[in-house]
């Protein structure tokens, strides 16, 4: 399989104040901005980086638009890898391919993320289809995060860290939690979102107790059906 058809291509910058992220979050990625940015000054006096991070909890919650970020952040590359789509029905042949991407990523000392972590990642002896070769698999991936050079960026996502084997947990040197959204702070994304239309575009009923790209989908929807509803008013006058 072609490397290449493996990542994720995804061309969206994402400046980094305009993740929506809870203060604890916000001062844990922007501590990690900065180790990154005095990498060397760092290393002279001994000290190690945090490169390793896990980023867990509800989807739709912005663990995706962290990773773009961080990448744009720091004026790496990024290179986005959905687990669900590599794993293959040779469990050797994934291992390669996961092997071949971590090269990449260390070579460029680019941020690699590995979207749905759980999909390789389980506990050894959880699934007893091809016990022996799912061991193999995540000892390999263990070895490659240990391996990671500090010079580049590890992020992992997941929805269900329970399942994931204790081993490559510990590996993570931050743990980030990602939680439903308040109904303030959805307030404030929507307020965001809806700033760059027109006001009479941007009068819709608002939707709470979902994630951030729930209320995306849903705010664009309106505003689109607001558009389509003017310009065929418009159109009507005119003939």
């Known amino acids: 399989m072609n490397l290449y058809n493996l990542i994720i291509q995804d061309k969206e910058q994402i400046n980094f104040n305009d993740v929506f992220l809870n203060e604890g979050n916000k001062e844990i990625l922007v501590q990690l901005i900065r180790e990154h940015t005095y990498i060397k000054e760092l290393q002279e006096y001994g000290l190690p980086v945090n490169n390793k991070i896990l980023l867990q909890g509800s989807s739709g919650c912005?663990?995706?638009?962290?990773?773009?970020?961080?990448?744009?952040?720091?004026?790496?590359?990024?290179?986005?890898?959905?687990?669900?789509n590599i794993v293959s029905s040779r469990i050797g042949e994934t291992s390669q391919n996961i092997k071949m991407i971590f090269d990449k990523a260390a070579r460029e000392?680019?941020?690699?993320?590995?979207?749905?972590?759980?999909?390789?990642?389980?506990?050894?002896?959880?699934?007893?289809?091809?016990v022996g070769e799912m061991r193999r698999l995540?000892?390999?991936?263990?070895?490659?995060?240990?391996?990671y050079p500090e010079n580049a960026l590890l992020l992992c996502a997941t929805?269900?860290?329970?399942?994931?084997?204790?081993?490559?947990?510990?590996?993570?040197?931050?743990?980030?939690?990602?939680?439903?959204?308040?109904?303030?702070?959805?307030?404030?994304?929507?307020?965001?979102?809806?700033?760059?239309?027109?006001?009479?575009?941007?009068?819709?009923?608002?939707?709470?107790?979902?994630?951030?790209?729930?209320?995306?989908?849903?705010?664009?929807?309106?505003?689109?059906?607001?558009?389509?509803?003017?310009?065929?008013?418009?159109?009507?006058?005119?003939?």
């Open 62 to 84: 912005g663990k995706t638009m962290t990773a773009k970020a961080l990448a744009h952040a720091l004026g790496k590359n990024i290179i986005i890898l959905n687990l669900s």
């Open 138 to 147: 995540v000892n390999t991936l263990i070895q490659l995060i240990d391996y």
């Open 109 to 130: 000392r680019s941020v690699l993320f590995l979207d749905e972590l759980d999909q390789i990642g389980k506990a050894r002896g959880s699934d007893d289809k091809d």
């Open 159 to 239: 929805n269900h860290p329970e399942i994931i084997d204790t081993a490559i947990l510990r590996r993570f040197q931050l743990k980030i939690n990602y939680e439903m959204p308040s109904s303030e702070f959805l307030d404030a994304f929507y307020d965001q979102l809806l700033s760059q239309f027109p006001a009479e575009m941007t009068t819709i009923e608002r939707k709470y107790a979902i994630s951030f790209a729930e209320a995306k989908d849903h705010a664009l929807t309106a505003v689109k059906a607001a558009l389509i509803k003017k310009l065929e008013a418009k159109k009507i006058i005119s003939s």
